[in-house]
């Protein structure tokens, strides 16, 4: 059967190395809940095989909510130790390279692991053009393993995924009674996690958009930017912002100021483009200032230092912001635009800086 064409849902099979993911739940969250998992991949497609391997002796809860998700349940009869992990691994690799050549039409693998010793598997499936997209539990996964996939969720950022949860202290101590009065000793109390910072979003969706500026002959679409910004960081996900999803962080960032959203070729995925505005030009004269200030006051200056003596004068500089992954890159970009004028010194080693007259 052909692949399916251009368009078309992704078609996906499912492999749970499940006594890795639900060993590594079971401490924070009691157990492993298979519905985010479930909700996560039909947003990202049409689920056609679901297996999960484990000795299911040791399952007995989960085997059941696995049955009514319709995954078919894979026996590794029980051994000791290593023995019973690695009857698993190879029989779940094994399975899916096999299913990877028998069902040309499954476009993309969903590894449920946090074991690096799926990562061989990983590059094997990429190498078939299979799309691999990981699921693990965050405080157990190697870290071989995401940068290997082409998107990698973690089950904690998995929507439906209730906040780990710890028992609250008892103690003999009076405020340690009046706390258990407020809240019982079996009464879970939520562990509070940090918030992702934007700035450092920010600046990955600038970098991103300038290097598809550079290296793209056309417009660059909304979906063309999350697609490389995954490949980027596969464990990239807009919802760990706040953001509902793509299109809604791509508008944030285009009320900001720092990018422009035209309509596309097709309803729902915009062009982007880095919005045209004074800030960059004032920028670029910040740049000629200093230099002409330093270049008045003795010799022109050399490049490295340059951007701490702008950050003198302007304090929130950043070339980041701009979508520049340097300041050489924004020096560059500078000197194109006849703001300064660079030049390779041998001797120092470094950039020479000269104003160029503003006309």
Known sequence: ?????????????????????????????????????????????????????????????????????????????????????????????????????ERDYITT?????GDSDFTPLVHKLRELNKRVIGIGIEASTSAMLPPACDEFL????????????????????????????????????????AAPDEADL???VTQTLSGLDRGTAGPV????????????????????FGFRGFGELLRHLADRGIVELTEGSAKGDPEVRFKESGEEDAAFESLRKVVERIAAEGAPPQLSGLKTQLRKSEPDFSEKRFGYGGFLQFAKAAQRRGVIDLAWDDKADDYIVRPVTAT
């Open 221 to 240: 679409l909304g979906s063309m930017l999350k697609r490389t910004i995954l490949r980027k960081d596969p464990t990239f996900n807009e919802s760990n």
């Open 202 to 204: 920010e600046r990955l």
């Open 1 to 101: 059967m052909a692949s399916p064409a251009a368009g078309d849902e992704e078609r996906i099979a499912l492999f749970l190395d499940y006594e890795n993911l639900a060993i590594g739940a079971r401490e924070a969250y009691g157990r492993l809940d298979f519905r985010p998992i479930a909700d996560a991949l039909a947003e990202r497609g049409r689920v056609v095989v679901r297996r999960a391997y484990a000795d299911w002796s040791m399952f007995d809860e989960d085997r059941r909510e696995l049955t009514r998700h319709h995954v078919e349940l894979i026996e590794i009869p029980q051994r000791m130790g290593m023995v019973r992990k690695n009857a698993a691994d190879i029989k779940m690799a094994v399975d899916a390279i096999e299913l990877s050549f």
């Open 109 to 113: 693998f969903v590894l449920g692991t």
């Open 154 to 193: 973690f089950y904690e950022r998995l929507e439906g995924v209730e906040p780990p949860k710890r028992k609250a202290r008892s103690s003999s101590s009076s405020s340690s009674t009046r706390r258990k009065a407020a809240a019982p000793a079996d009464e879970p109390v939520e562990v509070p996690v």
